[in-house]
Every structure is written in C-alpha cells, then in structure tokens.
C-alpha cells in the first residue's frame, strides 16, 4: 500500500523559450509568404511595382525554403538556441533589406516585419547580442537608403525614414529584451512554487499514509475515497475494491450516522474487525460548510495504552531513583555498621548469625538499588565489533573468577575457526549475559541437582550471530514466559522484576533482540540476536591473539 515518492526538480525557463522560438519561426513562414505575394503578384494589380522582379521571386524562394527548414528543426535547435536564433536574425535582416531593394513600395510593411524579427529574438538573446542585430539592422537600413538616394536621387525623406526604423528596433529589441529576462525569471519562480507545492503535497499524503492514527475520508453516500495504512489495518485489511464503509464497518458507519444526525460522538472504544486492537473513532467535516466529505479518524487504544504505560514507567524511574538515592547513604551505614559487628570477638553464636542476615539483606537491597537506578539511566551505546566466540570465553572465564560456582557448571560452546562478528557495546553486553546468567544458575536447576549453564556463541541464518544462555532446569511455563520481560514481575519472593527488563532494553539499544525460547526436553534458551559485522582479517587475527 506505501511508496516511497520521488520529488521533482524545477526546469526553469524551458518552456518559455520554445514557445518564443516557435513563434519567430512560424511569424519567419507567414513573413516568408508574404514576399511570395508580393513578389508573384499579378502584373495587372500594377502594386507593389518590382524594381527587380528577377530578385525579388528568388528571393521570396529562398526565403521560404529557409523558414520551413527553421520551423522543421524547431526542436533540435533547442540544443543551440542562441547560435540558431543569431544565424537566423542576420537571415532576417539580409533578407529584409534585399526585399526592400526589390520592392521599394513595401519598404515600410517590410521594415516593420523585420521589427517583429528583432522583438522576438530579443525575448532569447542577452540584451548586448539582440543590441548588436538592432545596430545591425539599423546600418543596413541606413546604409541601402544611402546608396540607393546616391544611386536614384531619393530624398532626405527614405533617410528620416530609415533612422526612425532604426530607433524603433532598439527601442523595441531592448523592451523585449528586459521583457524576457522578467518573463523567465517569473516562469522560473512560478515552476518553482509548482515543484514546491507538488513537492509538499507527495509529503503530506507520505506523512498522512504513514501516521499511526487511522484517517478516512468518506462521501455522503458512505462510500470510502482516501485510506491510510493505519484506518486499512484497522478495518481488517480490506480489498482495494471495497470502499462501501456500511458494509466493511457496520458499527462505524452506524456511529457515523448518529454523529451526523445529532452531533454527538460515541467515545467508547469498539473494534472495527477480527485480530485486530479497539478504536476509538472521532468525526469532522472536512469544509465547515459541506456535509458531503466527512474525515474519520481511527483512535488505536494500544497505542494510547503503551503512551500511558511509558509515561507511568518513565514517571516511577525518576521517582524510584530519586527514592534509591535517598536509601543508600543510609544502607551503606548500616551495612558498615554491620561489618564492625561482625569483627567483634565478643559475640556468641547467634549474634553473629543476626550480623550475617543483616549483611545478606544489605547486599540484596544494593542489587535492587542498582536496577532501579540503571532503570532510570538510559545510557547510549557504543557499540564495536566483537568475535562473540572469543567474547564469550573471556567471559566465562571472567565469571568463574569472580562467583564461586561450587558443583555448578558453566561452560561456552563456539566455533574457533569460523568468527561470529557481531556489533555491541561490550560493557553493555556484558551486563545482559551476566544478568542471564546469572537468573540460569539460580533457577535453571532440577531439584537436588547443580545447574548446568552454557553459553553459545553461533552463526544463525544468513548470518545472523546469535548468543544464548541456556540451562538444564525445569524451564518456565508459558503463561509465566508471556510475562518474564515486563518491569516488576517477578515469581521469586526475593526478585525486583527489573533484571530481564533492563536486559531487554540494553539489548534494544544495541539494535539487537532476545527472547525467550523454550529447550525440547526440557531447559530454557535466552537467545540474543545481534546486529552482524564485517570483521578483517587482522581484527580476526587481533582477537585471537588475546
């Protein structure tokens, strides 16, 4: 149902371009045709008179043959525009003014064509360049009434008449030229709004399709129009072809009806489809004025549940700790108090057992002072790269250096000649296995018998490293499995209910995963599954080495 969507670039001023361009090629054919015109004329109509009429068909010709190649190559001269619009222009211009040689009576309707010229190629090039061609144009005018005022006694009058020509195109050519900078710089920021706009709404549909809240949009004819992931899952993962709301959700459609007729909402929670949690459903019309669309949003209770249930555990860490902070300075007086006791020669039997009790309940209250406080800091991991078979006989060893195991065993299983590169905090870590192993040798025992606890470092599918405490005990029962990795609970009279919790939690900001995994035959597995690394040789080689 999701895609990711693709945001667009604005191209600016691309389009403005080609329609200037095809506009100066088709005005360059209906130019063209007119010097067909006047150059085919009728010999009768006795106008325009053709000083050369030989020129003037040849002319008009050519010039056609030139002005359907342009408008043919329209597109292929977007590549070079500003090469094909300067080549095209001093065409223009010679022809122009050859045109008016021919056809000295049409000297003005040729002179104002070749205005339009100019104009429109100013809309493309620089000011400086569209300059240039108006100069151009201007010494061509000048430079043929000059001539042909010498050659045939014309009077001051053709001459007037050309320097007004050649004011009127770089007046022209310079207001086009300003007029098409701001006409692109306009269209550039217009694309621009248009790419942002399209750019925001592809967001608002990925941030609305992704929310957690359900959000549908229905018609007055209860038909469905727009579905997020969320409202889809809720309404039990219908098929895209049902949209009728009555029949994919009776009791929503009815509360719906209710809403509208009475403006009351039902606020009880109710659940839409099978397997599927409880919503609570809110109603609001999607233009204040128009019963037609209606917005449903779809409340998911768990998601509200475990909001409360975040804030209620965030809320007990920071008062249990600042209630752990108060109970240790006095805890580590009377444990202190209790050593100095327990020094005393003078003491008979039973006081000394008394000093003992004191002790022991001193160390187990540390422990849960411990919990509670490493419950209220969340600290960051930093994770490294480790071969989890060396890691894990270190830790066996370190383990059984610092606990008296007694006939209790502990013992590691793992490859040596195949590394298991994993990423973890080793601190981190070692915390989670030593809170696991240490639950295994405690209550992972047969009656009578001493536990049995291995550690296995191991590569699981595709490559996964895995590492799990398991023990030959009586295992745990499923209901009680269900429940072993919430905070507080805990089956043992001495227990905080807090060691599996934490380990969870480090093992979450590790971006690893452990569960719980039931041994045939009895036992309980504690698997760990971490992220996978890529080890070198020589870190393979470092780590053997130590």
């Known amino acids: 149902m999701s895609s990711t969507p693709s945001f667009s670039e604005p191209q600016t001023g691309a389009a403005t371009i080609r329609h200037e361009l095809s506009f100066l090629n088709v005005f360059r054919l209906v130019q063209s045709l007119v010097y067909i015109g006047l150059a085919f004329s009728p010999i009768g109509m006795g106008w325009p008179a053709l000083a050369h009429p030989s020129l003037a068909r040849s002319l008009g010709t050519g010039y056609l043959i030139i002005a359907l190649v342009a408008l043919l190559l329209n597109r292929r001269s977007m590549g070079h525009i ?19 040689s021919a056809m000295h009576d049409a000297r003005i309707g040729i002179a104002m064509m ?48 050309a320097a007004l020509f050649g004011l009127a195109y770089f007046a022209t050519t310079a207001l086009c030229s300003v007029l098409g900078q701001q006409l692109r710089a306009t269209e550039a920021l217009a694309e621009q709004r248009s790419t942002d706009l399209a750019n925001l709404s592809q967001i608002n549909e990925l941030i609305i399709r992704r929310m957690k809240t359900g959000v549908l949009l229905v018609d007055d004819a209860n038909r469905i129009h727009q579905i997020n992931e969320s409202a889809w899952m809720l309404l039990g993962n219908p098929g895209a072809d049902q949209r009728d709301l009555g029949r994919l959700a009776p009791e929503l459609s009815r509360r719906l009806y209710h809403w509208i007729t009475s403006g009351k909402l039902d606020e009880t929670a109710t659940q839409l489809a099978d397997g599927v949690p409880e919503v609570v459903p809110r109603f609001t019309r999607l233009a204040p004025n128009d019963d037609s669309l209606v917005l449903i949003f779809l409340d998911d209770t768990s998601l509200l549940s475990r909001r409360a249930e975040e804030l209620t555990l965030s809320s007990l860490g920071r008062l249990s700790a600042s209630i752990a902070h108060e109970i240790r300075n006095p805890l580590a007086a009377i444990r202190y108090s209790a050593q100095l006791l327990a020094e005393s020669k003078s003491m008979d039997s039973s006081d000394q057992r008394m000093v003992e009790i004191i002790n022991n309940h001193c160390i187990r209250l540390n422990e849960i002072i411990e919990n509670i406080l490493q419950l209220s800091r969340r600290e960051r991991s930093r994770p490294e790269t480790l071969d989890l078979g060396h890691w894990a006989k270190d830790f066996v060893e370190e383990y059984a250096q610092g606990n008296d195991l007694g006939a209790d065993s502990l013992r590691v299983i793992a490859n040596s000649t195949v590394p298991v590169a994993a990423l973890a905090d080793p601190q981190q870590l070692q915390q989670v296995v030593w809170n696991l192993v240490q639950n295994a040798l405690r209550y992972g025992r047969l009656p009578g018998e001493p536990a049995r606890v291995m550690v296995v470092a191991r590569l699981g599918e595709h490559g996964v490293p895995i590492l799990e405490v398991i023990d030959r005990g009586p295992g745990i029962a499923p209901k009680v499995a269900a429940q072993i990795f919430e905070p507080f609970y805990t089956t ?51 780590e053997q080495a130590h």
């Open 82 to 100: 500003k090469a094909a619009v300067a080549t095209t222009l001093v065409i223009d211009i010679a022809a122009a003014i050859l045109a008016i």
């Open 114 to 161: 070749l205005a339009v010229n100019l104009s429109a190629g100013a809309l493309i090039l620089p000011l400086r360049l569209s300059s240039f061609f108006a100069a151009l144009a201007t010494l061509g005018m000048l430079a043929h009434t000059f001539f042909g005022a010498r050659a045939n006694s014309i009077g001051d009058r053709d001459l007037l008449e």
């Open 492 to 542: 043992h009279e001495y227990g905080t209910g807090l060691g599996l919790y934490l380990a969870r939690q480090m093992s979450e900001a590790n971006q690893a995963a452990l569960e719980y995994v039931r041994v045939a035959g009895g036992g309980s597995c504690f698997r760990l599954i971490l992220t996978p690394a890529q080890m070198s040789r020589a870190a393979v080689e470092d």
